[in-house]
């Protein structure tokens, strides 16, 4: 028994002042359960994604999506955090209890309320998703700067393939209508440091860096045979979890292994080859983060990801287009929403519900959504079985 994917719901991302978490989490929970066509009875467990580390007061959250109807009261419900993988963390905890037997339909949540805070304060929180014993007190953009540092010493400057991958995305987000930022930035305006662009961590600019957002995205897994006949009906073709070390002390951080590792070994649980895969949504969290991605999945060999872009391999109309979403870069960020919006998104293509962004192609998606600096990791595969 597996679970699949039957419905879900979304809201816009960016800076929704009229949102509070709990509207949030009750709009996507209303919004996916009427897309799937299922009843809120019918739900046997809850799993929001939520990082929250100080982000919000509401940290006791797991029970706001009662609030969706009276129905809902008494089921279970659990909070799952795994930093910036939250949401690919609940997503794959509902999928085990359906597995195990324990429930046949569930609902996944992944929602974050960020623009509440001062931008000092949302980088203090997410910076606890450090090693603290050595990198307490550096963000994560810092962070981040060491793998473009440590990747600029090995092989050259790239600043002009981040400003790419940048520029590419944003181009992206301009037919996603959901997408915090829907702004063709361009390529000069990435590759140029201005008052608009700053150096945020050397040589991090910037529209290197991913947003700040407020957002929920929200899906109806069901068992096989509960599934079998719903209009929607997206499967797992392979899920694969890894772990990585927390210190970067610990990792060679140009190797990228929890990533590569997470992505083959969905490819090879899948039975299926990168030429196999049509479309992927991963963790662009920094511009730097997609680069060493591309080399992670084998669309290039080590130091060669520029390749990736200047080729047009990840272009819409390319051999496996990279975040046609916006990716996070442009689409935005909400960190426990994160994981479960990729989902979505995915879904949607395969089901050929995607807009203005649908693909001609749409057999085979990869979702690949990142904890930390390559710690935690999750890579789906999924296919539609309607």
């Not at 007061?57 to 009261?73: K, Q």
């Amino acid at each position: 028994m597996d679970a699949r994917i039957v419905g879900w719901g979304h809201t816009k991302f960016g800076r929704l002042d009229e949102s509070t978490l709990e509207d949030m989490i009750v709009d996507v929970t209303k919004e996916a359960v009427t897309h799937a066509g299922v009843d809120y009875a019918d739900i046997d467990g809850i799993w929001l994604g939520n990082f929250n580390a100080g982000l919000v007061p509401d940290g006791f959250a797991s029970s706001l999506a009662l609030h969706a109807d009276e129905a809902l009261r008494f089921t279970p419900a659990t909070r799952v955090e795994n930093a910036c993988a939250s949401g690919a963390a609940a997503l794959y905890s509902a999928r085990a209890a359906i597995q195990a037997g324990q429930a046949k339909v569930a609902l996944v949540i992944g929602a974050e309320k960020m623009t509440s805070q001062t931008t000092e304060g949302v980088t203090e929180a997410l910076g606890s998703a450090s090693y603290q014993k050595e990198e307490a007190g550096t963000s994560f953009p810092q962070i981040f700067a060491r793998f473009a540092q440590a990747y600029f010493q090995e092989y050259g400057d790239q600043s002009a393939t981040l400003a790419r991958i940048a520029a590419k995305n944003h181009a992206n987000a301009l037919n996603n209508p959901l997408a915090h930022l829907r702004k063709d930035v361009g390529f000069e305006a990435c590759n140029t440091v201005s008052d608009r662009n700053p150096i945020i961590a050397s040589p991090l600019r910037m529209t290197d860096c991913s947003l700040i957002s407020d957002g929920a995205a929200a899906i109806i897994l069901a068992a096989d045979d509960v599934a079998e006949d719903m209009a929607h009906n997206i499967g797992f073709r392979a899920a694969t979890h890894i772990n990585d070390y927390l210190p970067m002390s610990r990792r060679d951080v140009l190797a990228f292994e929890g990533p590569s590792k997470a992505i083959h070994t969905s490819l090879g649980a899948a039975g299926v080859t990168l030429d196999d895969i049509s479309f992927a949504e991963v963790h662009d969290c920094f511009t730097i983060a997609e680069l060493l991605i591309y080399e992670a999945m084998g669309l290039a060999p080590k130091g060669q990801g520029a390749r990736a872009i200047n080729e047009g391999m990840v272009l819409p109309d390319g051999k496996l287009p990279v975040n046609v979403s916006g990716g996070l870069k442009a689409k935005g960020h909400p960190v426990g929403a994160t994981g479960v919006s990729m989902h979505v998104l995915a879904a949607q293509q395969l089901s050929g519900a995607a807009g203005d962004m649908q693909l001609s192609k749409a057999n085979l998606g990869m979702v690949f959504n990142m904890g930390g600096s390559g710690v935690a990791n999750f890579c789906s595969i999924l296919e539609n079985r309607a």
